[in-house]
């Protein structure tokens, strides 16, 4: 009798005391996908930041290979570089819906994965550029497979949308409650009330359309539309201010970005605008977490959950004098937020290891204890990482693959340095070498400071990431390190 006493009070100090809860044998998922948003843009979600800084594990030097919507989107689904799943743009032929339904990527992701073996999956928000105009399949009430329920953005935008509801499109218009966001957190919380009443382990994906820019923008270039709420909030805030801001000097850089001119004062206005307009549209998405937060509190099933927050890539705020967008390889680009609550767990951790969004794909399927073969996926799981209760945890990952589709650009980030190379037409590439310690921003580029024999080591090895895959992707990632990085005394 004292033993199960004893047991009783282990479990109510686990649960109230805030030590990790062991996880069911099928723990379910909540994975949230926001668009464009930079690890800086955390700080301006307090429900979210609070909690997950509280309860999870943060990661400083998470990335996305690829920094566009749809080749990160595929890579998330399918644990594979751009190179290997084929999206490589945003819009048909090469990239967008189409490549990824035509290179047959649809059949084998964690969705269809996870559905196997028993769970009940879900998808709320973005999937997609381009998914519901193509001529390959039912436009617009397609559901792929692997998705017991779909409430998917036929046209994405914030007012003004199409959303494919189970197979039926619904439109909405443009009064309040139609604002995009609000609409899929509320799909999503009713979805999850019923998962969590039901038997059956869960797997939700919400994919909110914030931060991303507009087409319904009346600005030039475009920027998010927040909801008429939050629309006068962070009035006279700036954008951040790194070191690469509007970079006077970038001879040393590729001619990518010398090509860019100096900001004028017109548009520096604009990024700040474009900053505001962005972190309003954020505010959104944190609601809808606290709410889903809120819910998992109140539901003994809640304690079995996994919440995932990241984004499928960076955005530029005028660093390198990039005035919108994300392309090309910097850090800027390519970082993003994440962090991860739930059993096992570690709470209040934060880690430096070098984690992809190919890794997205093996972690959570070795959570679920689903088997998969190590051929069918590039990248890792990082599970030892959240649940081991020192912080010098070994994660063999000493590198990964930089991929891009402006000018056929790549590169590869190593743990303290960012190699990148740019084709030319002379034949040998341009290189570009940072010391991201030193330089986290990278604004000096020191590739001529290589040894000569460092400098073919490091051309060869990224020709042999360009061309791995599986198996031979992860032991080239643990074999190519900082150790390549020779310099010049």
Request: proline share 5%; glycine share 6%.
């Amino acid at each position: 009798m004292r033993k199960f006493f004893l047991a009783i009070s282990l479990v109510l100090s686990a649960l109230f005391l805030g030590m990790p809860v062991l996880a069911a044998d099928k723990p379910n998922f909540i994975f949230i996908l926001t668009d464009d948003m930079t690890p800086d843009d955390f700080r301006f979600m307090p429900r979210t930041q609070e909690y997950f800084s509280v309860n999870g594990v943060r990661f400083t030097n998470a990335f996305v290979s690829y920094a566009a919507c749809c080749p990160s989107r595929a890579s998330i689904l399918t644990g594979r570089y751009s190179k290997n799943h084929g999206v490589r743009s945003n819009n048909r032929p090469s990239g967008g819906f189409d490549a990824f339904y035509n290179s047959g990527s649809e059949s084998q992701t964690i969705a269809t994965k996870l559905q196997a073996d028993g769970y009940s999956t879900a998808y709320f928000g973005k999937y997609f550029n381009e998914y519901g105009t193509t001529t390959l399949v039912e436009p617009e009430s397609y559901i792929p497979p692997g998705w017991n329920y779909w409430y998917t953005f036929v046209s994405t935008k914030y007012f003004n949308y199409k959303l494919n509801e189970n197979g039926v499109v619904k439109n909405y218009g443009d009064a309040p409650e139609d604002y995009g966001t609000d609409v899929i957190a509320k799909h999503a919380s009713n979805h999850l009330d019923a998962a969590l009443s039901s038997s059956s382990p869960f797997f939700m994906m919400i994919a909110p359309y914030a931060a991303h820019a507009s087409t319904e923008s009346t600005e030039s270039p475009r920027q998010p539309i927040p909801a008429s709420r939050h629309e006068n909030l962070f009035n006279g805030m700036k954008a951040p201010r790194f070191a690469s801001f509007n970079q006077e000097d970038v001879s040393n850089k590729s001619f990518g970005v010398r090509d860019n001119p100096l900001l004028l004062p017109d548009d520096i206005e604009w990024i700040d605008n474009n900053f505001r307009a962005r972190i309003r549209t954020l505010q959104s998405v944190d609601e809808m977490i606290g709410k889903l937060i809120d819910q998992l509190k109140n539901s003994l099933k809640g304690k079995e959950t996994y919440i995932i927050f990241t984004s499928d890539n960076g955005y530029w705020f005028g660093e390198h004098r990039f005035k919108v967008g994300k392309a090309d390889l910097y850090d800027q680009s390519h970082r993003i937020p994440l962090a991860i609550t739930g059993p096992n767990v570690q709470r209040g951790f934060v880690r430096n290891d070098l984690v992809v969004n190919t890794d997205f794909f093996p972690t959570i399927l070795s959570l679920a204890s689903v088997s998969i073969s190590g051929s069918n996926h590039d990248g890792r799981s990082f599970r030892s990482l959240i649940e081991a209760s020192t912080r010098a945890t070994e994660f063999s990952r000493n590198s990964f693959l930089l991929e891009t589709g402006r000018d056929q650009k790549a590169g590869i980030r190593f743990r303290n340095y960012t190699y990148l190379e740019t084709p030319t037409s002379q034949g040998l590439p341009f290189k570009e070498l940072y010391d991201t310690q030193l330089d986290p921003d990278l604004v000096y580029n020191i590739a001529q400071k290589l040894t000569n024999e460092s400098s073919v080591s490091l051309q060869s090895a990224l020709a042999e990431l360009l061309n791995c895959s599986d198996d031979t992707c992860r032991a080239l990632e643990n074999e190519l390190s900082d150790l390549l990085v020779k310099l010049i005394d």
